[in-house]
């Protein structure tokens, strides 16, 4: 089994590298926006929390050397809001209400889901689309409800949750790459 999960990741990893224009078009788009005063928003539940969080902090950091910082915040990880959010306004609002809250126009919203499916992902993909929020996913499999609503997508085509997420990490590495490339972050 454990041979089998590499040889997946292998598989889909290689896959992936297909999306490299559109991972540049997305670092490309990110650097305009963050270097021009807007922010990330980034959403996911469990493993695409933690992948979501993954993509913030290099932003709000750094990646391959230094620059400056930008603005970029992970929905899940403002504790306070969100158990209340989830006790005032249900468990389907805990990200849309933050994207009412911290998104502006122009502002860009990565949504992470291996299966496409969350209701609070897809529902924090329709508050950005009210807002004129550009809205990215990166999920699992097509077809999928997020991958649909979003403005664009990077559907990941492996067969399990893990491989999924996995490669979810290359693709947010991908997209740093594509950013600090944007904005010639030397190596
Ligand atoms: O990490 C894992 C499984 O590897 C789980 O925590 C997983 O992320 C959770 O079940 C999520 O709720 C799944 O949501 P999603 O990726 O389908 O949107």
Redesign the pocket.
Known sequence: MIEEHFAALSEAAGKSASWSPKIRDWGDHLATVLSSGGRLLAC?????AAEAQHLTGELVGRFRNDRQPFSAIALHADTSAVTAIVNDYGEHEVFARQVRAHGRSGDILVCL???G??QN?VAAAKAAHELGITTWAITGPSPNPLAALCDDAIPVEAPS??TV?EVHLALVHALCTAFDDALGVPT
């Open positions: 996911g539940n469990g493993g695409s889901s291996t299966s499916g969350s992902v949750t893990a997420q």
